[in-house]
């Protein structure tokens, strides 16, 4: 490599359908001395099939204060590294934002790659057509850690992302459900660019009984979305504030402020439903 190049490249590596890498992705990897990876014994046959023989040096969740001072030891040698995960994009509820950081304080380059990354597929084929999303990723696991998690996420009006493992799906889903109401849609996409992908779409009240329907639909990988919280009527809403507020005993012009400030309903329309109320 030149000695402009000197960098590490974060390079996305496919979810499951090998003819998803790009061309550039498997130039860096085939120039590039040294590939940092989540798991060498699962990247390697991996990397071998892209023509890559760069030696490998093990960037895990437990490793990666050591991985970062090995890439920067690499990077002062003038030897370029390419950051690679199991699947799709480092960092990305997975290995790399900790190593891409201490690379890059120590004055070096890190180019991104475009590429795979289960969250973007799934947004692209979920047509649930909201322009915003959070993307949340893995949910704790405890029960209690969980639905204080989704507690803080029931009133947001942007699509859900969450990801899950095959043993949790079930008990995801109900969790979803008891916090967020049968309303909402929620898109299960399954094994995806993989042989059996599927990506079912249904009302959240459903989403249990079609999971526990056949054993295959609770096999693989998972990305769950959901759609965001339903635009609250701000007259309805401004409405039902000023009431209690009038119901206090708060005098016509301060209720009428308040509930326009809390709720964002007209302030004049407000004013003139207080009148009335107040008779
Ligand atoms: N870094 C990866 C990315 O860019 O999407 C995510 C890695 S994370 C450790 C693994 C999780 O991603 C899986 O449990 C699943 O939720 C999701 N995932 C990965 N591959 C998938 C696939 N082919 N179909 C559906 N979900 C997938």
Not at 17 to 31: K, M, N, S, V, Y
Not at 201 to 220: F, H, I, K, V, Y
């Amino acid at each position: 490599m030149t000695e402009e190049a000197l960098a590490l490249y974060v390079v996305p590596t496919p979810l499951g359908h090998l003819g998803d890498i790009t061309q550039r992705a498997i130039e860096i990897l085939r120039q590039v001395p040294w590939v940092a990876a989540e798991d060498t014994r699962h990247s390697g046959p991996l990397l071998r099939h892209y023509g890559c023989n760069a030696r490998l040096l093990a960037a895990h969740q437990h490793n990666e204060e050591d991985a970062a001072q090995q890439v920067v030891a690499r990077l002062a040698a003038g030897e370029s590294v390419a950051l690679v995960v199991d699947a799709g994009t480092p960092g990305i509820s997975d290995p790399g934002a900790r190593l891409v950081a201490r690379v890059r304080a120590a004055g070096y380059r890190v180019v991104p790659l475009p590429g795979p990354c289960a969250a973007v597929v799934a947004l692209s084929a979920g047509g649930l057509g909201e322009a915003q999303f959070l993307f949340y990723g893995f949910l704790p696991s405890k029960a209690g850690a969980r639905s204080e998690a989704l507690r803080q996420l029931t009133h947001l009006p942007w699509t859900l992302v969450f990801y899950e493992a095959p043993h949790r799906i079930v008990e995801t889903v109900a969790a979803l459900a008891e916090a967020f109401g049968p309303e909402r849609t929620l898109v299960i996409a399954r094994e995806l660019t993989k042989l059996f992908e599927s990506i079912h779409s249904c009302p959240l009240g459903e989403a249990g009984d079609w999971l526990l329907a056949d054993d295959n639909r609770q096999r693989g990988e998972f990305v769950l979305l959901l759609s965001g919280a339903p635009p609250v009527d701000d007259r309805a809403e401004g409405a039902r504030v000023l009431k209690l507020l009038l119901d206090e005993g708060l005098p016509v012009s301060q209720a009428s402020r308040l509930a326009h400030l809390i709720t964002g309903a007209g302030k004049k329309a407000l004013y003139q439903q207080a009148l009335r109320l107040k008779g």
